[in-house]
């Protein structure tokens, strides 16, 4: 049988496997193919990283360079140091002996626990599986739904004062960068005043960036924002992706939680000090550890006195809870809330759950650029029309942990001021930097056949598609000047008769871009990692109402496939409403999807008519449960996840039972029926769960018997698709 691997993961995704996985491997062990599961959890890469559990992540590494590797990736959690020690609490409340994690470790052995775990923080699982480059577009009929069921976006104001601000000039990372190619596969050693930082292996005709983020421009930077918002009465909020850039963002956090609070962080330095207060994790840790310390209280009095005096206000995560912009470093994500800023007409959450404009703070102008693109175009232009908007396919450079998204080995906050060298083997100096202390310095990297087949892709998708594909390459930016290079050496080795392939920097390629989607047109965006992470989620958000409902395709380089479930997160929120009231709104039309182009690929690898049935007929499902608008509801006692699996079974079964292939057609004709003839059935049962708290043994470790009850509460369902 040929083997597709399922990724165990967290939250809502992972509640919902539980409820389609028995329908899947029911329907599809028909046509010679197994779908097994693999666990790369949090809980479970925790567990793995203390020697308790299988170390999954590490074997995945190695089928994504199989040429048959096949794998379902469903969103996982990129957990802050927060979440790490939330799920190692719970963990140990099951009874597993693993050690605490020590946030500032002195000795030895704790530093050796740091180290085994940090293996588990920010997005740890991604890096690792992606060794291909990325294919994300809407399917068409995802498209054509959202045209004509529209969900809403908000307008802008006609004088509104919304924008972004990012730093200018001298200071950030764009205007510190230089870079260079690698001539040879040669060691470079990275120091800080001749001491060595780290030394890495480069190859030939790798892409080596060197650039810094000033502090002291950082903390003068976040001062005007702060003053400019206070002047112009608009919310101030801070955009940041704190997951995968796991060791500068929340670095560049914590700056603008002290710089918010000044007043505060001064007053209180002492007791801060003493009780290791960390501002680079936030409101929510600081109150843990001031809790019970004599001047809790007038602490928390003087944070919220800064809060109330809105003086510019601050964004709020949520209100409810006082919780705002500062609560956690992954509270905000610049790729999923930016869209939201533009969908709501930009503007955020207050303090009395009210909104306002905003200024959105983006320190580092590399990628703000495109941002303040985005908030200008609907500034002057208006928000968009979902019913008659064009597409963003992208084409994105992702394998083996291209450009920043690989950088956290090479990241340092610099411990004294002076000079940062970059140092091949033989003694050759490729870069230098003069910094000061508590700069941030990365080097980021990117390698000459992830470029190679990153061009092959796009001369493909362009071929396929017939529509302009744009290279976001910008000349005046160090590392981009040397990918040009290779692009355009590359473009020559394919024949590109008759193809629109042209080359912009980022704010040219956004207004170019949205210029088109205006007009109704599609286009192809060509970027780098980063760029890929922030228009995926953008404009699906903007297009469809959600990235996950993105087809996901990672081509890897090997040969196999990587089908992620869309380009959204893990929905937290999903799991709070299902554990109070057993209501699941996750959409698993990321895994519909996902499941197709997989299935597909098996089906073309192996000419197999059976399984290319099979997939054909899941098509139809899931075409059939966009127009007939099955998706979940998001109130409780309405149908949910769970009645979303039933439907697409139904629906599958059907297009079986219809199928030209005869032993299916007989096969399934009886459970297609069964389907229809007991939906009311179904549904009752599958309902009659719901408004009710439910007990999975765990938030990150749930108990496997108890969760798959929650989530298969139908014995008619059950008894069905056990018996095919």
């Not at 006082?322 to 303090?351: C, H, L, Y």
């Not at 000349?475 to 290079?485: G, L, N």
């Not at 760029?531 to 409902?549: C, F, N, Q, V, W």
């Not at 139904?650 to 219809?658: E, I, P």
Request: glycine letters at 6%.
């Amino acid at each position: 049988m040929s083997k597709i691997i399922w990724s165990k993961i967290d939250e809502a995704p992972a509640l919902a496997t539980y409820s389609l996985l028995p329908i899947v491997n029911a329907f599809v062990k028909e046509a010679g193919v197994e779908v097994v599961t693999s666990d790369i959890s949090l809980a479970g890469r925790v567990l793995a990283s203390q020697g308790l559990a299988e170390d999954n992540l590490s074997k995945l590494g190695e089928v994504v360079l199989q040429e048959d590797g096949n794998i379902i990736k469903l969103p996982n959690i990129s957990a802050s140091v927060g979440q790490l020690k939330d799920c190692i609490a719970e963990l140990q409340s099951q009874g597993y002996d693993i050690p605490d994690y020590p946030e500032n470790p002195s000795n030895d052995k704790e530093r050796e626990i740091q180290q085994k775990y940090s293996v588990c923080l920010g997005s740890a699982v991604n890096p690792v599986l992606r060794e291909g480059n990325s294919d994300r577009r809407a399917a068409v009929a995802v498209k054509n739904f959202a045209k004509n069921n529209p969900h809403r976006l908000k307008p802008f104001a006609k004088d509104s004062k919304a924008y972004v601000a990012h730093m200018q000039g001298k200071g950030d990372f764009y205007a510190n960068e230089k870079s260079v190619t690698s001539t040879k596969n040669q060691k470079v050693t990275i120091a800080l005043n001749g001491k060595e930082l780290t030394t890495i292996d480069a190859l030939e005709g790798e892409v080596l960036d060197g650039t810094f983020m000033s502090v002291s421009a950082l903390r003068d930077f976040y001062k005007k924002t702060i003053q400019d918002a206070k002047d112009k009465g608009l919310i101030w909020s801070l955009h940041l992706k704190a997951t995968m850039m796991k060791i500068s963002d929340p670095i560049m956090f914590g700056h603008g939680f002290e710089i918010f609070f000044e007043d505060v962080f001064a007053k209180y330095k002492d007791v801060f000090k003493e009780l290791e207060i960390n501002p680079n994790l936030g409101m929510s840790d600081l109150e843990k550890k001031i809790k019970g310390h004599p001047k809790e209280s007038e602490i928390k009095a003087a944070f919220q006195s800064v809060v109330e005096a809105d003086a510019p206000k601050i964004a709020m995560v949520d209100s409810r809870k006082n919780q705002t912009n500062f609560n956690a470093s992954n509270d905000v994500i610049i790729d999923a809330s930016m869209p939201v800023v533009i969908r709501e007409g930009g503007k955020q959450w207050d303090r009395e759950d009210g909104v306002g404009e905003t200024v959105a703070v983006i320190p580092d102008s590399t990628y703000a650029m495109f941002h303040e693109e985005m908030m200008a175009d609907c500034v002057k232009n208006g928000q968009y029309d979902v019913t008659t908007m064009g597409t963003m396919q992208n084409i994105g450079l992702m394998a083996q942990k291209a450009e920043e998204y690989g950088s956290h080995p090479t990241t340092f906050e610099l411990s004294e001021s002076g000079k940062v060298t970059v140092t091949t083997e033989d003694g050759v100096e490729l870069m230098s930097f003069d910094c000061q202390k508590g700069d941030i310095w990365r080097m980021s990297r990117a390698k000459d056949i992830p470029i190679k087949d990153w061009v092959r892709l796009t001369v493909e998708r362009t071929r396929i598609e017939n529509i302009p594909a744009i290279f976001w390459l910008d000349e005046d930016r160090a590392h981009d000047a040397e990918i040009i290079k290779k692009v355009k050496k590359y473009l020559a080795d394919h024949n590109t008769d008759g193809l629109d392939i042209r080359f912009m920097n980022v704010t040219d390629a956004t207004r170019f871009t949205n210029a088109r989607i205006r007009e109704g047109k599609n286009t192809i965006a060509v970027t780098g990692n980063v760029l890929r992470d922030h228009l995926t989620d953008m404009y699906p958000i903007l297009e469809l109402g959600t990235s996950a409902k993105m087809l996901s395709i990672v081509p890897l380089i090997a040969g196999g496939g990587l089908y992620e479930t869309g380009a959204g997160g893990s929905a937290p929120k999903h799991v709070d409403q299902f554990l109070a009231e057993g209501h699941l709104r996750w959409d698993s039309l990321g895994e519909f999807l996902a499941l197709a182009e997989s299935l597909r690929f098996i089906a073309q690898k192996h000419n197999s008519d059976k399984l290319a049935t099979v997939t054909a007929a899941l098509d139809v499902a899931n075409n059939d449960y966009l127009s007939n608008n099955k998706a979940p509801s998001r109130k409780c006692c309405e149908p949910d996840n769970k009645a979303s699996h039933f439907y697409v079974a139904q629906y599958w079964a059907n297009a079986l039972a219809k199928s030209d292939n005869s032993e299916l057609a007989a096969k399934f004709a009886p459970i297609a029926e069964e389907l229809i003839k007991k939906e009311d059935q179904i549904l009752s049962e599958l309902l009659a769960v719901e408004g009710k708290p439910q007990d999975i043994g765990g938030y990150f470790h749930p108990n496997d018997e108890k969760a798959e009850a929650a989530m298969r509460p139908s014995e008619t369902l059950n008894t069905i698709i056990n018996s095919i």
